[in-house]
């Protein structure tokens, strides 16, 4: 191997030692810590004044012992059905969302509550293959270091659920005027229902569809093993 192959892996070693530690740490310290922004919630702010619109990040945070078991079972229902069983990823839905997606049909992922974390906390919006490959990597620190309650309490504290509102007791507060704290299976059904797009839909304000998805939601709340936490 010539002097200049050595040096360039040598390189690439030590950016990869460095790259792991740093990101490992981060990883672990927001176990502790709660995530005081995201990239998405600087974007929207700059998206909103570059449309003549003021500043607008409302969040607050409520631990998961706070938030309402209506909430986390319905996020499971809708969202990720079987967080609790795998390791970050849910290959039975990715395949069939990518079947969905061949077929022509309106494109759809399979994303689970794990990844939309890692991609939500420590990376920006897109669709590119570089940040897929972030996204699944971050994915599995978080499984290895946070543990699913941690991971459930970031999704629903950081989550986007509407617009310039981030995370389920902003919305609660928003759109029913109460703490997440006391939601309803019925109100908890409908904040999951509009994550899909919550800059269209309003869960004060159902579409025939968001009522549709509000009832999928709910039957399958019912089907749900009892949650740990």
Do not use: C
């Amino acid at each position: 191997m010539s002097i200049f192959l050595k040096k360039f892996w040598n390189i690439i070693r030590k950016v990869a030692i460095w790259f792991f530690a740093i990101t490992f740490i981060w990883v672990l310290l927001l176990r502790f810590v709660n995530p005081p922004i995201t990239y998405l919630m600087i974007q929207r702010g700059f998206e909103r004044q570059a449309e003549g619109k003021e500043w607008k990040i409302e969040k607050k945070w409520l631990d998961i012992e706070n938030l309402s078991n209506n909430l986390k079972r319905a996020a499971l229902a809708g969202e990720d059905a079987n967080f609790l069983n795998h390791w970050g990823f849910d290959f039975k839905a990715m395949g069939k969302a990518f079947e969905k997606n061949q077929k022509g049909k309106k494109i759809r992922g399979g994303s689970t509550i794990s990844q939309q974390t890692a991609k939500n906390v420590f990376l920006w919006p897109g669709r590119s293959y570089i940040r897929k490959a972030f996204e699944a990597y971050f994915t599995i620190l978080i499984e290895l270091l946070w543990g699913k309650e941690r991971i459930l309490e970031v999704y629903l504290n950081v989550i986007e659920m509407g617009d310039g509102i981030y995370g389920a007791e902003a919305a609660t507060q928003k759109y029913f005027g109460k703490s997440a704290h006391s939601m309803s299976k019925s109100q908890a059904a409908l904040i999951i229902a509009v994550l899909p797009n919550p800059l269209r839909w309003n869960p004060s304000r159902p579409t025939r569809f968001v009522y549709y998805k509000q009832r999928l939601i709910l039957q399958n709340m019912k089907n749900l093993e009892k949650l740990p936490f």
